[in-house]
C-alpha cells in the first residue's frame, strides 16, 4: 500500500535488505530473511532486531526506493528505512507479499519510469514522485471508501476545489475526480482531472504555474486509450483543435470507462435529440452520479446482449448456478432480473442462457437450504418446465422483489395465473407455447368488455391468419422432393432439440442450437422461431388487440409517411408471387401504416418494405408487426429514425473490425468508407436486398438469434471470401462490382423453394459463369472465423464510434450552414468557422445549466440545416458583448436588445446563425451608409420599444440646444454657404429615394433620434478622438434638430417637403463671413414664440441624418476606419465561459490565470 511520505533516519539499513529489481530510478527490496528457505536463524535475528529498533515490532518484507542518480537523497517509496549511513529517505508505500509490491513496480514502470527523464532538475524528479504518490494515496483512499459508501467529506471538498477552481454554475454537477498527469508537449504537468456532466476539467499547480483546462464532452471528437513516447498507457481525448493526453491514472481502465459514458451520454444528450426523448434517463442530467453511470452501463449491457425492450430497467444482477438438464449439473452463471424478465447467463461464454419472461412464469418458491443445494429457488413456468437456481446470496429479499414484479406484470390480466395450466398443450407443429388459439384465449381474458370482443370478431377477416408463404407457396419444381426430404431431417432434428432443451421462449439456449440455426431454420418453423428469438411472442401476448386497433386509426390517414410507403409498396419482393397480389400488397400496407403509425418519430423508412415483406411470408399478419417492432426499436437501435445513426455507427465498428481482423485487405484499401457505404444496405436490409431470398433468409435466422453481431461476422466472411480480388482491384466501382456478384451467386442448394431472382441485386442476368457460394458454408466460416467477438465488445465499440458519427454530422450541419452563409457576407470563411463555433457553444451552454428550457430551443437534427441550432436574447446579449465593436458602457446591452429584436423577423424569440453573420459583417465590413442605416433601424420599432422611447435622456448639453448659432467653416478659415449646400444634399437624395425600389425606412420621432444621439456619445467614449467625435456629433445633432423644427412648423403650415427646401432661407447675420442657422425661420427677438406642435409631429428621415453626418469628416473617419474581427474571436474563445459563470461584462486576463478553452 502507499503510504504518506514521511522522512525516516536510520542507520546501517542497508544490511537488512536484499535489492531483488533496480531500474534508473527504482529499486524493489526484500526484508533479509523472509521468504528463504534455508534463512531460519537469519530471519529470526532480524525479526528480533526489528522488534528492538521499530516501535511497531512489525516491519513490512517488501518495499521499493527512489534512487536519483548524482543526488544524495534516497526515498524509500515501500517502506521508508535508510539506504546506507545517514542518507534521507521517505517512507511511501509498503507491501506485505510479493505480488502486492510487484504491483507497486509494474505501476510505477508503466506510469513514471520514462516520465522522470524529462526532469532536468534532480530535486524536481524527487518532489515530482512525492506529489504523485501523494495523490493515489487519497485517491485510493476514496476509491476504498466509496466502494462501501460514497464518502462524503472526501467529495465535498473535491467538490469546494472544482467550484472555486472552475467558477460554474450550481447546476454543473461533479461526477468524480482522479489525480493524474497532463502532458504539455514533453513535459507532464502532475494535477487533478474533474469530470462533470458535461465539461472535462483539469488543473494543476506544479512548480508556480497554474494550468486550467476545460473541455465540453459535447466537443470531444475522439476518446481512446494508447501510448506516447514517454508513457505506454495514456487516454487521449481529441477535440477539433488540439489532442490531450492524460496518465498515470491509479486506475486507467475505471477512469476511461467514465469518461467515455460521459461523453456518450452528453453527446446524446445534447446532438440527438431523437434519443433524448426516448431515453428519460438523459432528461435530468443533473441526477447522473457516478453510480449512475456504471448502473446505465450495466443496463445497456443487459439490454443488449439480451435483446430486450428499452424500457426495461435491471433491478439485480447476483451469481448463482442454474440446473440444466441437458447437461445433468449445475452451470455456474449470472442472474439478472428486471422489470418484467429474469434472465441467465453462464460464465462460460455461449455455453447457456435462458430468458424467462414473468408472464410466462405461475410461480416463484424457496426451496429447502441443504449442503448439496444451498439457498434454492425453483422458478416454474407455463409450459410445466421449472428452472432451479441455487448458491443466490440474500435470497429472501431477492424472492420478494420477484414476487412483487411478478404481481405487477399480471396485473392488468387477473385471471392469468387461474388459466395457465389450461394453456400448456403445445403440438409439434407449434414449436412452443404459442399455440394457434393462444392469442385468442389472451385476447378474451383482457378484452374490456363484450362489445370491443365483437369489433375485434368482425375485423378479423381484414388480417392475414396465416403466413403468407403458405397462401403463395410454389411447387412443381424439379428437385423438390429432395428438399422437402432435407427439411424433414431438419425438423426431426429441432423436436429432438425441443426435448431435451425446451420450445418456448424459455428454453435453454446453447451452442448446440446455434449450429441448428447456422444451418437454417426449417420453412415450417422459421416465423415461430423468428418470434420465440426475438421475443416478439411477448409483446404479441402483452397487447392483445393492439394492432387491430393501430390498423383501424391509421388506415385511410394521409401524411408523408402513407405516401412514401404507397411509393414502395410495388417495389417490396415484386419477383415473389404474394406480393404480385392485392392480398401481400394490402397485409404489406397495413403493417407498414399501423407501425408508422405506432412510432411517428421513426414513421417510415426506406428498407423498411423489404424487411416486411419477408417476415409477411414466413409470420401471420399480426406477428410480423411485432416483429418489425422487434427489429425498429431494440435488435437495431436507432437504424430507422431521421439520420439512421445507428447503422452509421455500426459502419464505423464494421471498419474498425475489417482492421483488426483482415489486416492486409485493410492496408490495402486505405480509405475503407468505400467499403461501409457498400455494405450499408448489408446492415439495413439484413442482406434481403443484395442476396437470393432463399438464402438471405438464412442469414435472418442468425440475426434472429445471434443478433448484430451475425451480420458483423458475415460481412467479415464475405470480405475474406474477395480478399484477393478486393485486393487487386483499382477502384471502388471495380470493388463493388467484386461484391455484389459474389452476393448474386450465394445459394442455398437445401431450400425447399425454387431460386427467386432477387430484383435488387446489382447483376440481373449473368454474362459469364461465376463461381456459386454455398450460404450454409459462408455462416459456418463466419462462426468458425470471426465469432468470438462478445456483445460488451460490440457495445464498447459502439460508444467509442457514436461520438465520431454524432461529431460526423455536426461537422456536415456546419458545413452546410457555412455554404449558405459565406457568399452573402465578407467575413473570411476561416473567422466565420470560429464565429460559428461560439454562436453553437453559446446554444449549448443553455442546455448545460437550464436543461428544462422548451424542446423547441433545444437542438434539433431534423430541422433545416440553419435552424438547427439557435439563440435567444439573453445568449445573443453575451455574444454581442464579446464580439461587436460598437461597445456603449452600460449602454451595451441595451442595444444588444434592440439588435435582437431587429434581427428575430417571425418574432419566435430566437434567432438563427446567419442572423448574427449578417449583422457582424455590417458592424465589421459595411459601407458607413450600411452601418449608420443599421444603427438608424436600432432607434425605431421594432428595435425600439415604447419603454425605451419614454425613458428619460441623459443629453443635457448645451451643445443640443437648438438656440445655439450653428457655424460651419472650412479649415482654412473660409465660409461655406451651407444654405445652399444643403439644399442640394436634400434634392439630391430626394432623387436617389425616387430612383430605389427598396423599402423606405420610417422616420424618426424626436425620442426615437434623442436615443440615436445617446448611442452615438456612448459609442464615442474612450475612443482616441472623443473630443473631436463629441464635437462633430454636437454639430450634427444641432443641426438635426432644426431641420425637424423646421419640418414640424411646415407641416404644421399645410407646406409639403418640396416647400420647405424651397424656401429654407434663414435670416443672416450682418457677417458675411459666418452662416448662421437659428431655430425658427425668423430671428426671434421680438416675436412671439410659435405655438407648441405635438411631439409626434417632429420627424427626421435616414436620409437627413446621414447627410448631416457626412459633413463631419472624423465621423466619417470613425464609421469607415478599418475594423479586424479576429481579435475578438480570439477573446471571446477564452472569456465566453467567465462572461456567462460570472455574469458581468468580460475582460481580459492574464494567460496564466485564465481556462484553456480546447
Given at each position: 500500500?502507499?503510504?504518506?511520505?514521511?522522512?525516516?533516519?536510520?542507520?546501517?539499513?542497508?544490511?537488512?535488505w536484499v535489492t531483488q529489481k533496480s531500474s534508473g530510478y527504482f529499486?524493489?527490496?526484500?526484508?533479509?530473511?523472509?521468504?528463504?528457505?534455508?534463512?531460519?536463524?537469519?530471519?529470526?535475528?532480524?525479526?528480533?532486531?526489528?522488534?528492538?529498533?521499530?516501535?511497531?515490532?512489525?516491519?513490512?518484507?517488501?518495499?521499493?526506493?527512489?534512487?536519483?542518480?548524482?543526488?544524495?537523497?534516497?526515498?524509500?517509496?515501500?517502506?521508508?528505512?535508510?539506504?546506507?549511513?545517514?542518507?534521507?529517505?521517505?517512507?511511501?508505500?509498503?507491501?506485505?507479499?510479493?505480488?502486492?509490491?510487484?504491483?507497486?513496480?509494474?505501476?510505477?514502470?508503466?506510469?513514471?519510469?520514462?516520465?522522470?527523464?524529462?526532469?532536468?532538475?534532480?530535486?524536481?524528479?524527487?518532489?515530482?514522485?512525492?506529489?504523485?504518490?501523494?495523490?493515489?494515496?487519497?485517491?485510493?483512499?476514496?476509491?476504498?471508501?466509496?466502494?462501501?459508501?460514497?464518502?462524503?467529506?472526501k467529495f465535498r471538498e473535491a467538490l469546494v476545489k472544482f467550484e472555486?477552481?472552475?467558477?460554474?454554475?450550481?447546476?454543473?454537477?461533479?461526477?468524480?475526480?482522479?489525480?493524474?498527469?497532463?502532458?504539455?508537449?514533453?513535459?507532464?504537468?502532475?494535477?487533478?482531472?474533474?469530470?462533470?456532466?458535461?465539461?472535462?476539467?483539469?488543473?494543476?499547480?506544479?512548480?508556480?504555474?497554474?494550468?486550467?483546462?476545460?473541455?465540453?464532452?459535447?466537443?470531444?471528437?475522439?476518446?481512446?486509450?494508447?501510448?506516447?513516447?514517454?508513457?505506454?498507457?495514456?487516454?487521449?481525448?481529441?477535440?477539433?483543435?488540439?489532442?490531450?493526453?492524460?496518465?498515470?491514472?491509479?486506475?486507467?481502465?475505471?477512469?476511461?470507462?467514465?469518461?467515455?459514458?460521459?461523453?456518450?451520454?452528453?453527446?446524446?444528450?445534447?446532438?440527438?435529440?431523437?434519443?433524448?426523448?426516448?431515453?428519460?434517463?438523459?432528461?435530468?442530467?443533473?441526477?447522473?452520479?457516478?453510480?449512475?453511470?456504471?448502473?446505465?452501463?450495466?443496463?445497456?449491457?443487459?439490454?443488449?446482449?439480451?435483446?430486450?425492450?428499452?424500457?426495461?430497467?435491471?433491478?439485480?444482477?447476483?451469481?448463482?448456478?442454474?440446473?440444466?438438464?441437458?447437461?445433468?449439473?449445475?452451470?455456474?452463471?449470472?442472474?439478472?432480473?428486471?422489470?418484467?424478465?429474469?434472465?441467465?447467463?453462464?460464465?462460460?461464454?455461449?455455453?447457456?442462457?435462458?430468458?424467462?419472461?414473468?408472464?410466462?412464469?405461475?410461480?416463484?418458491?424457496?426451496?429447502?437450504?441443504?449442503?448439496?443445494?444451498?439457498?434454492?429457488?425453483?422458478?416454474?413456468?407455463?409450459?410445466?418446465?421449472?428452472?432451479?437456481?441455487?448458491?443466490?446470496?440474500?435470497?429472501?429479499?431477492?424472492?420478494?422483489?420477484?414476487?412483487?414484479?411478478?404481481?405487477?406484470?399480471?396485473?392488468?390480466?387477473?385471471?392469468?395465473?387461474?388459466?395457465?395450466?389450461?394453456?400448456?398443450?403445445?403440438?409439434?407443429?407449434?414449436?412452443?407455447?404459442?399455440?394457434?388459439?393462444?392469442?385468442?384465449?389472451?385476447?378474451?381474458?383482457?378484452?374490456?368488455?363484450?362489445?370491443?370482443?365483437?369489433?375485434?370478431?368482425?375485423?378479423?377477416?381484414?388480417?392475414?391468419?396465416?403466413?403468407?408463404?403458405?397462401?403463395?407457396?410454389?411447387?412443381?419444381?424439379?428437385?423438390?422432393?429432395?428438399?422437402?426430404?432435407?427439411?424433414?431431417?431438419?425438423?426431426?432434428?429441432?423436436?429432438?432439440?425441443?426435448?431435451?432443451?425446451?420450445?418456448?421462449?424459455?428454453?435453454?439456449?446453447?451452442?448446440?442450437?446455434?449450429?441448428?440455426?447456422?444451418?437454417?431454420?426449417?420453412?415450417?418453423?422459421?416465423?415461430?422461431?423468428?418470434?420465440?428469438?426475438?421475443?416478439?411472442?411477448?409483446?404479441?401476448?402483452?397487447?392483445?388487440?393492439?394492432?387491430?386497433?393501430?390498423?383501424?386509426?391509421?388506415?385511410?390517414?394521409?401524411?408523408?409517411?402513407?405516401?412514401?410507403?404507397?411509393?414502395?409498396?410495388?417495389?417490396?419482393?415484386?419477383?415473389?408471387?404474394?406480393?404480385?397480389?392485392?392480398?401481400?400488397?394490402?397485409?404489406?400496407?397495413?403493417?407498414?401504416?399501423?407501425?408508422?403509425?405506432?412510432?411517428?418519430?421513426?414513421?417510415?423508412?426506406?428498407?423498411?418494405?423489404?424487411?416486411?415483406?419477408?417476415?409477411?411470408?414466413?409470420?401471420?399478419?399480426?406477428?410480423?408487426?411485432?416483429?418489425?417492432?422487434?427489429?425498429?426499436?431494440?435488435?437495431?437501435?436507432?437504424?430507422?429514425?431521421?439520420?439512421?445513426?445507428?447503422?452509421?455507427?455500426?459502419?464505423?465498428?464494421?471498419?474498425?473490425?475489417?482492421?483488426?481482423?483482415?489486416?492486409?485487405?485493410?492496408?490495402?484499401?486505405?480509405?475503407?468508407?468505400?467499403?461501409?457505404?457498400?455494405?450499408?444496405?448489408?446492415?439495413?436490409?439484413?442482406?434481403?436486398?443484395?442476396?437470393?431470398?432463399?438464402?438471405?433468409?438464412?442469414?435472418?435466422?442468425?440475426?434472429?438469434?445471434?443478433?448484430?453481431?451475425?451480420?458483423?461476422?458475415?460481412?467479415?466472411?464475405?470480405?475474406?471470401?474477395?480478399?484477393?480480388?478486393?485486393?487487386?482491384?483499382?477502384?471502388?466501382?471495380?470493388?463493388?462490382?467484386?461484391?455484389?456478384?459474389?452476393?448474386?451467386?450465394?445459394?442455398?442448394?437445401e431450400s425447399p423453394l425454387p431460386p427467386i431472382g432477387n430484383h435488387?441485386?446489382?447483376?440481373?442476368?449473368?454474362?459469364?459463369?461465376?463461381?456459386?457460394?454455398?450460404?450454409?458454408?459462408?455462416?459456418?466460416?463466419?462462426?468458425?472465423?470471426?465469432?468470438?467477438?462478445?456483445?460488451?465488445?460490440?457495445?464498447?465499440?459502439?460508444?467509442?464510434?457514436?461520438?465520431?458519427?454524432?461529431?460526423?454530422?455536426?461537422?456536415?450541419?456546419?458545413?452546410?450552414?457555412?455554404?449558405?452563409?459565406?457568399?452573402?457576407?465578407?467575413?473570411?470563411?476561416?473567422?466565420?468557422?470560429?464565429?460559428?463555433?461560439?454562436?453553437?457553444?453559446?446554444?449549448?451552454?443553455?442546455?448545460?445549466?437550464?436543461?428544462?428550457?422548451?424542446?423547441?430551443?433545444?437542438?434539433?437534427?431534423?430541422?433545416?440545416?440553419?435552424?438547427?441550432?439557435?439563440?435567444?436574447?439573453?445568449?445573443?446579449?453575451?455574444?454581442?458583448?464579446?464580439?461587436?465593436?460598437?461597445?456603449?458602457?452600460?449602454?451595451?446591452?441595451?442595444?444588444?436588445?434592440?439588435?435582437?429584436?431587429?434581427?428575430?423577423?417571425?418574432?419566435?424569440?430566437?434567432?438563427?446563425?446567419?442572423?448574427?453573420?449578417?449583422?457582424?459583417?455590417?458592424?465589421?465590413?459595411?459601407?458607413?451608409?450600411?452601418?449608420?442605416?443599421?444603427?438608424?433601424?436600432?432607434?425605431?420599432?421594432?428595435?425600439?420599444?415604447?419603454?425605451?422611447?419614454?425613458?428619460?435622456?441623459?443629453?443635457?448639453?448645451?451643445?443640443?440646444?437648438?438656440?445655439?448659432?450653428?457655424?460651419?467653416?472650412?479649415?482654412?478659415?473660409?465660409?461655406?454657404?451651407?444654405?445652399?449646400?444643403?439644399?442640394?444634399?436634400?434634392?439630391?437624395?430626394?432623387?436617389?429615394?425616387?430612383?430605389?425600389?427598396?423599402?423606405?425606412?420610417?422616420?424618426?420621432?424626436?425620442?426615437?433620434?434623442?436615443?440615436?444621439?445617446?448611442?452615438?456619445?456612448?459609442?464615442?467614449?474612450?475612443?482616441?478622438?472623443?473630443?473631436?467625435?463629441?464635437?462633430?456629433?454636437?454639430?450634427?445633432?444641432?443641426?438635426?434638430?432644426?431641420?425637424?423644427?423646421?419640418?414640424?412648423?411646415?407641416?404644421?403650415?399645410?407646406?409639403?417637403?418640396?416647400?420647405?427646401?424651397?424656401?429654407?432661407?434663414?435670416?443672416?447675420?450682418?457677417?458675411?463671413?459666418?452662416?448662421?442657422?437659428?431655430?425658427?425661420?425668423?430671428?426671434?427677438?421680438?416675436?412671439?414664440?410659435?405655438?407648441?406642435?405635438?411631439?409626434?409631429?417632429?420627424?427626421?428621415?435616414?436620409?437627413?441624418?446621414?447627410?448631416?453626418?457626412?459633413?463631419?469628416?472624423?465621423?466619417?473617419?470613425?464609421?469607415?476606419?478599418?475594423?479586424?474581427?479576429?481579435?475578438?474571436?480570439?477573446?471571446?474563445?477564452?472569456?465566453?465561459?467567465?462572461?456567462?459563470?460570472?455574469?458581468?461584462?468580460?475582460?481580459?486576463?492574464?494567460?496564466?490565470?485564465?481556462?484553456?478553452?480546447?
Amino acid at each position: 500500500m502507499w503510504l504518506k511520505p514521511e522522512e525516516v533516519l536510520l542507520k546501517n539499513a542497508l544490511k537488512l535488505w536484499v535489492t531483488q529489481k533496480s531500474s534508473g530510478y527504482f529499486i524493489l527490496q526484500r526484508r533479509r530473511g523472509h521468504g528463504d528457505g534455508g534463512g531460519r536463524f537469519t530471519g529470526r535475528l532480524v525479526g528480533a532486531l526489528d522488534a528492538v529498533l521499530d516501535s511497531n515490532a512489525r516491519v513490512a518484507p517488501f518495499r521499493i526506493l527512489l534512487q536519483v542518480p548524482g543526488s544524495q537523497v534516497y526515498s524509500a517509496i515501500a517502506c521508508g528505512e535508510l539506504l546506507n549511513g545517514s542518507e534521507v529517505y521517505w517512507a511511501i508505500a509498503i507491501g506485505a507479499t510479493a505480488e502486492e509490491i510487484n504491483q507497486h513496480w509494474e505501476w510505477l514502470e508503466q506510469n513514471l519510469l520514462h516520465t522522470l527523464s524529462v526532469f532536468d532538475n534532480k530535486e524536481d524528479i524527487v518532489s515530482f514522485v512525492k506529489g504523485k504518490v501523494k495523490a493515489l494515496i487519497a485517491e485510493e483512499t476514496s476509491s476504498k471508501l466509496a466502494e462501501q459508501e460514497e464518502d462524503p467529506e472526501k467529495f465535498r471538498e473535491a467538490l469546494v476545489k472544482f467550484e472555486s477552481r472552475f467558477n460554474f454554475p450550481e447546476a454543473e454537477k461533479l461526477i468524480t475526480y482522479y489525480s493524474c498527469c497532463c502532458w504539455k508537449g514533453k513535459v507532464p504537468r502532475q494535477g487533478w482531472l474533474y469530470l462533470s456532466i458535461n465539461h472535462l476539467c483539469f488543473y494543476s499547480f506544479f512548480l508556480g504555474k497554474e494550468l486550467k483546462l476545460i473541455i465540453p464532452w459535447v466537443e470531444v471528437q475522439k476518446l481512446e486509450r494508447t501510448s506516447n513516447v514517454f508513457m505506454t498507457d495514456t487516454v487521449r481525448v481529441t477535440t477539433a483543435n488540439k489532442e490531450r493526453d492524460f496518465s498515470t491514472f491509479l486506475n486507467i481502465s475505471e477512469a476511461f470507462r467514465i469518461m467515455e459514458q460521459l461523453a456518450d451520454v452528453t453527446l446524446r444528450r445534447l446532438l440527438d435529440n431523437e434519443i433524448f426523448e426516448l431515453d428519460p434517463g438523459l432528461q435530468d442530467p443533473t441526477q447522473i452520479t457516478k453510480r449512475d453511470l456504471e448502473a446505465r452501463a450495466q443496463n445497456e449491457f443487459f439490454r443488449a446482449f439480451f435483446r430486450l425492450p428499452r424500457k426495461e430497467k435491471l433491478h439485480e444482477v447476483v451469481d448463482c448456478s442454474l440446473w440444466t438438464p441437458f447437461s445433468r449439473c449445475h452451470t455456474a452463471g449470472t442472474m439478472y432480473t428486471s422489470d418484467s424478465y429474469i434472465c441467465f447467463a453462464s460464465k462460460e461464454n455461449g455455453c447457456c442462457t435462458v430468458i424467462i419472461p414473468l408472464r410466462e412464469v405461475i410461480s416463484i418458491e424457496k426451496m429447502e437450504d441443504t449442503s448439496l443445494l444451498p439457498n434454492p429457488i425453483i422458478v416454474s413456468i407455463r409450459s410445466k418446465t421449472a428452472f432451479q437456481f441455487i448458491e443466490l446470496k440474500d435470497r429472501d429479499t431477492l424472492v420478494e422483489n420477484l414476487l412483487q414484479r411478478f404481481k405487477e406484470v399480471n396485473s392488468g390480466n387477473p385471471l392469468h395465473c387461474n388459466n395457465l395450466q389450461n394453456q400448456n398443450s403445445i403440438g409439434l407443429g407449434s414449436v412452443c407455447t404459442l399455440g394457434d388459439d393462444e392469442p385468442a384465449c389472451l385476447g378474451t381474458e383482457a378484452s374490456p368488455g363484450k362489445e370491443r370482443r365483437e369489433r375485434e370478431k368482425e375485423n378479423n377477416y381484414l388480417l392475414n391468419a396465416e403466413a403468407l408463404r403458405s397462401d403463395f407457396h410454389q411447387s412443381g419444381v424439379p428437385g423438390l422432393d429432395f428438399g422437402k426430404s432435407r427439411e424433414q431431417i431438419k425438423e426431426s432434428l429441432w423436436d429432438d432439440h425441443f426435448v431435451e432443451y425446451g420450445r418456448t421462449v424459455c428454453m435453454f439456449r446453447t451452442e448446440k442450437i446455434r449450429k441448428l440455426v447456422a444451418m437454417g431454420i426449417p420453412e415450417s418453423l422459421r416465423g415461430k422461431l423468428w418470434l420465440l428469438f426475438s421475443d416478439a411472442q411477448t409483446d404479441l401476448a402483452s397487447h392483445p388487440g393492439y394492432y387491430i386497433h393501430l390498423v383501424e386509426a391509421s388506415m385511410g390517414k394521409c401524411c408523408m409517411a402513407t405516401e412514401e410507403i404507397e411509393r414502395d409498396l410495388h417495389r417490396s419482393l415484386p419477383e415473389h408471387p404474394a406480393f404480385q397480389s392485392e392480398t401481400g400488397i394490402a397485409a404489406l400496407r397495413r403493417v407498414l401504416t399501423a407501425y408508422a403509425h405506432r412510432n411517428p418519430k421513426i414513421g417510415y423508412c426506406q428498407s423498411m418494405n423489404i424487411l416486411t415483406s419477408v417476415l409477411l411470408l414466413y409470420a401471420k399478419e399480426e406477428e410480423a408487426f411485432w416483429l418489425l417492432v422487434a427489429v425498429c426499436e431494440r435488435m437495431l437501435p436507432d437504424y430507422f429514425n431521421h439520420r439512421v445513426i445507428g447503422a452509421q455507427v455500426d459502419q464505423s465498428v464494421f471498419e474498425e473490425l475489417i482492421k483488426e481482423q483482415l489486416p492486409e485487405l485493410a492496408e490495402h484499401m486505405k480509405d475503407l468508407t468505400a467499403l461501409a457505404s457498400i455494405s450499408l444496405s448489408w446492415f439495413l436490409t439484413l442482406f434481403l436486398s443484395i442476396m437470393p431470398l432463399e438464402s438471405a433468409v438464412n442469414v435472418v435466422d442468425c440475426f434472429f438469434y445471434d443478433g448484430i453481431k451475425a451480420i458483423f461476422q458475415l460481412g467479415l466472411a464475405i470480405l475474406e471470401a474477395n480478399a484477393v480480388d478486393l485486393c487487386n482491384s483499382k477502384d471502388d466501382g471495380q470493388a463493388l462490382m467484386i461484391l455484389s456478384r459474389f452476393l448474386e451467386h450465394i445459394k442455398n442448394e437445401e431450400s425447399p423453394l425454387p431460386p427467386i431472382g432477387n430484383h435488387h441485386a446489382f447483376f440481373s442476368d449473368d454474362q459469364e459463369s461465376f463461381p456459386v457460394t454455398e450460404i450454409a458454408n459462408l455462416i459456418h466460416d463466419s462462426y468458425e472465423k470471426f465469432g468470438d467477438h462478445s456483445v460488451e465488445q460490440i457495445e464498447h465499440m459502439r460508444y467509442k464510434h457514436r461520438i465520431r458519427v454524432l461529431q460526423s454530422h455536426e461537422d456536415t450541419t456546419k458545413q452546410n450552414v457555412l455554404r449558405v452563409v459565406i457568399p452573402d457576407v465578407s467575413i473570411l470563411p476561416e473567422d466565420l468557422e470560429e464565429l460559428y463555433d461560439l454562436f453553437k457553444r453559446e446554444h449549448l451552454i443553455r442546455c448545460y445549466w437550464e436543461s428544462r428550457s422548451a424542446v423547441s430551443e433545444r437542438h434539433d437534427p431534423s430541422r433545416p440545416y440553419a435552424e438547427q441550432y439557435r439563440i435567444d436574447a439573453q445568449q445573443f446579449a453575451s455574444l454581442y458583448r464579446l464580439l461587436s465593436p460598437w461597445t456603449c458602457g452600460e449602454h451595451t446591452d441595451l442595444l444588444a436588445h434592440r439588435t435582437f429584436r431587429l434581427l428575430d423577423d417571425n418574432m419566435d424569440r430566437l434567432i438563427e446563425f446567419k442572423g448574427l453573420a449578417s449583422c457582424l459583417d455590417v458592424m465589421y465590413n459595411g459601407e458607413m451608409n450600411e452601418k449608420i442605416k443599421l444603427l438608424y433601424k436600432l432607434h425605431i420599432p421594432p428595435a425600439l420599444t415604447e419603454n425605451e422611447r419614454e425613458s428619460q435622456s441623459p443629453l443635457k448639453n448645451p451643445l443640443l440646444s437648438t438656440s445655439r448659432p450653428l457655424v460651419i467653416g472650412k479649415s482654412n478659415g473660409d465660409a461655406v454657404d451651407y444654405q445652399k449646400q444643403l439644399k442640394q444634399m436634400l434634392k439630391d437624395l430626394a432623387k436617389e429615394k425616387d430612383t430605389r425600389t427598396e423599402k423606405e425606412l420610417p422616420k424618426m420621432s424626436q425620442k426615437e433620434f434623442i436615443q440615436f444621439c445617446k448611442t452615438l456619445y456612448s459609442m464615442f467614449h474612450e475612443d482616441p478622438e472623443e473630443n473631436d467625435l463629441y464635437q462633430a456629433i454636437a454639430t450634427v445633432t444641432t443641426l438635426l434638430l432644426q431641420i425637424g423644427e423646421v419640418g414640424q412648423r411646415s407641416i404644421s403650415l399645410g407646406s409639403g417637403s418640396d416647400e420647405f427646401t424651397e424656401d429654407l432661407q434663414p435670416e443672416a447675420s450682418a457677417s458675411d463671413q459666418d452662416a448662421v442657422f437659428t431655430d425658427t425661420v425668423k430671428t426671434p427677438h421680438n416675436d412671439s414664440q410659435p405655438s407648441p406642435v405635438t411631439e409626434g409631429d417632429w420627424t427626421v428621415s435616414f436620409e437627413h441624418i446621414l447627410a448631416s453626418l457626412l459633413t463631419e469628416q472624423s465621423l466619417v473617419n470613425f464609421f469607415e476606419k478599418p475594423l479586424e474581427l479576429k481579435p475578438k474571436l480570439e477573446n471571446a474563445k477564452l472569456n465566453q465561459y467567465s462572461l456567462r459563470t460570472n455574469g458581468m461584462s468580460c475582460q481580459s486576463r492574464s494567460e496564466h490565470a485564465k481556462p484553456s478553452m480546447q
